[in-house]
């Protein structure tokens, strides 16, 4: 989609001809037959009046393929490039009385290959999987990829697990649902009453504290179940007064 944008706006840089001619440039410059910046000036001209002209004139790209017309209500139906990434469209964004359907394509599918077929099956989510423990479980695609959704608890189905939102049975569903609470479980160390978005939880590195967005790390030695609320705030008092200093890269 960039490669064919790049073509049509920048018909003259994308030419091979064009890269030729700016190598025997450098060639002439090396060897001091040519001013750097001359050559650059006249380069940089018409460079510039094209990028104005692009910005003012050319639409934003989305790689826009139409696919056909939807049976059930007669509506153009097409793949694109969408703010959240590849997503496929009932309808037409310029039609004023209503407003077009969408759904995101799966990590597998393509706007450039993907048929009309494929694309209304992924209008059939979201999909009703069944019940667990007197919930509806449903499966769908979301912004971050499919998932599952049971107590307005959401998780995700995940591409190295091999199941498809299409197709997830409800015993599959359960499945990934109590393995997620069981890690989520394993995760809580301790809570407290005094603050709730205080939390002492495992990590991947080991025991930290979490205080909304803020991590706070447990000194060495120091046991992460037996820490109280009034130890918790000392860790994090000390830690907003003696910042970590920031790490530095040496210069090759």
């Known amino acids: ?39 650059i000036r006249k380069f940089y001209g018409p460079f510039h009046s094209t990028v104005e002209t692009t910005l003012t004139n050319t639409s934003k790209a989305t790689g826009e393929r139409e696919l056909g017309i939807d049976p059930a209500s007669g ?51 979201p999909r009703e999987v069944g019940e667990f423990e007197g919930k509806k479980v449903v499966a769908n695609v979301g912004r971050f990829g499919p998932y599952v959704q049971h107590n307005s608890k959401f998780v995700s189905i995940g591409a190295k697990s091999g199941l498809d939102p299409m197709t997830i049975t409800i015993e599959q569903a359960i499945e990934l649902i109590e393995t997620k609470r069981e890690a989520d479980n394993n995760k809580l160390i301790k809570s407290f009453t005094e603050d709730e978005s205080v939390q ?53």
């Open 1 to 39: 989609m960039v490669n064919d944008f790049l073509v049509e706006n920048f018909e003259k840089i994308m030419d091979y001809n064009f890269t030729a001619s700016v190598e025997k440039e450098f060639d002439d410059i090396a060897v001091g037959q040519l001013r750097w910046n001359d050559m």
């Open 75 to 125: 509506k153009k139906v097409s793949a694109r490039i969408g703010r959240f990434g590849p997503m496929v469209m009932i309808g037409d964004q310029e039609d004023e009385n209503e407003k077009p359907r969408f759904a995101s394509l799966q990590a597998n599918q393509s706007i450039s290959s993907i048929t009309l077929e494929q694309a209304l099956e992924l209008f059939k989510l």
């Open 200 to 252: 002492v939880l495992n990590g991947r590195w080991g025991p930290y504290i979490a205080k909304g967005k803020n991590n706070y790390k447990i000194p060495k030695g120091t046991e992460a179940a037996s820490l109280t609320f009034a130890d918790v705030k000392k860790i994090m008092e000390e830690a907003e007064k003696n910042p970590a200093p920031k790490k530095r890269f040496a210069k090759k």
